[in-house]
C-alpha cells in the first residue's frame, strides 16, 4: 500500500511570490491535514480537509489556504511569500476526521523562501 | 487551552540503556495521547496511542508510555535503546474543540545515542 506522498519535496520561492504544494492521501483516506514545521516552532497544525471541504483552521492567516480535490489528493497555496514562511510543510492522511484515527504522515515539502 | 508540553529538548543516552521521555498535558477532559517518531529525512510514524482503558499502552519498536492522570503526564519508554533509535519524537495531544478535532505537538524530544 502506498504511502502519503507529497510534491514537491524542495521548494525555493521569493518573498511575495505564491507556493503550491501538493498531497496525495493514502488510498481510501478521506481526511487531509496539513502541519507547518518550522524551526524552533515545532509542528502548527495548519489545515484540516475532509470529504472535500475545509473542517477546521490552525492560526494562520487567510495567504495560507488549500483544497481538497474529488479523488481526496489537496493542494495548500501560501500566497504573498515571506521569510518566515520558510520550513517543511507536512501533510497527513487518515480514515476519517476522528481523533481515533491514526494520521499518516508524507515525507514533506521543504520550503526556502529568499 | 489545550497544551502539550515536552520539558526535554535534547537527551543523550548510551546503547542499551533504559529510556524515558517526558510528556506533560494539560486538557479539560481525558485526551487522546499519541507518540510519534521523526527520522532524520523521513515523515512522522505513529509509535502508541492513548484513548482509554488500560493506562500502559504498547506500541512499535518496543516502546511503552503510561497514562497517569494524577500527574497529568504521558511518558515514553524504552528498556534498552538502540543506536536506530536517534530520531525525534513527539508527544501530541488530540481534542474536541467545537465539532473540530484537533491535534497539538509538543515540540519534541530529539534522542541521540552514543556507541
Known amino acids: 500500500e502506498a504511502g502519503v506522498t507529497q510534491s514537491p519535496t524542495h521548494l525555493i520561492k521569493t518573498r511575495g511570490q505564491q507556493a503550491t504544494l501538493r498531497c496525495s492521501p493514502i488510498?481510501?483516506?478521506?481526511?487531509v491535514y496539513w502541519y507547518q514545521q518550522a524551526l524552533g516552532l515545532g509542528l502548527q497544525f495548519l489545515l484540516w480537509?475532509?470529504?472535500?471541504?475545509?473542517?477546521n483552521r490552525g492560526n494562520f492567516p487567510p495567504r495560507f489556504s488549500g483544497r481538497q480535490f474529488p479523488n481526496y489528493s489537496s493542494e495548500l497555496n501560501v500566497n504573498a511569500l515571506e521569510l518566515e514562511d520558510s520550513a517543511l510543510y507536512l501533510c497527513?492522511?487518515?480514515?476519517?476526521?476522528?481523533?481515533?484515527?491514526?494520521?499518516?504522515f508524507g515525507p514533506g515539502t521543504r520550503l526556502t523562501v529568499l | 487551552a489545550q497544551s502539550v508540553t515536552q520539558p526535554d529538548i535534547h537527551i543523550t543516552v548510551s546503547e542499551g540503556a533504559s529510556l524515558e521521555l517526558r510528556c506533560n498535558y494539560s486538557?479539560?477532559?481525558?485526551?487522546?495521547l499519541f507518540w510519534y517518531v521523526q527520522s532524520p529525512g523521513q515523515g512522522l510514524q505513529l509509535l502508541l496511542k492513548?484513548?482509554?482503558?488500560?493506562?500502559l499502552v504498547q506500541g512499535i519498536k518496543g516502546f511503552e508510555a503510561e497514562f497517569k492522570r494524577s500527574q497529568s503526564s504521558f511518558n515514553l519508554r524504552k528498556p534498552s535503546v538502540h543506536w536506530s533509535d536517534a530520531a525525534e519524537y513527539f508527544c501530541?495531544?488530540?481534542?474536541?474543540?467545537?465539532?473540530?478535532?484537533?491535534?497539538?505537538f509538543g515540540t519534541g524530544t530529539r534522542l541521540q545515542v552514543t556507541l
Open positions: 488510498s481510501g483516506h478521506t481526511s
Open positions: 486538557y479539560g477532559a481525558t485526551p487522546y
Open positions: 497527513a492522511s487518515s480514515n476519517a476526521g476522528v481523533l481515533t484515527d491514526t494520521q499518516y
Open positions: 501530541v495531544g488530540g481534542g474536541i474543540t467545537g465539532t473540530a478535532s484537533k491535534l497539538t
Open positions: 492513548y484513548f482509554s482503558g488500560d493506562t
Open positions: 480537509y475532509d470529504e472535500g471541504e475545509e473542517r
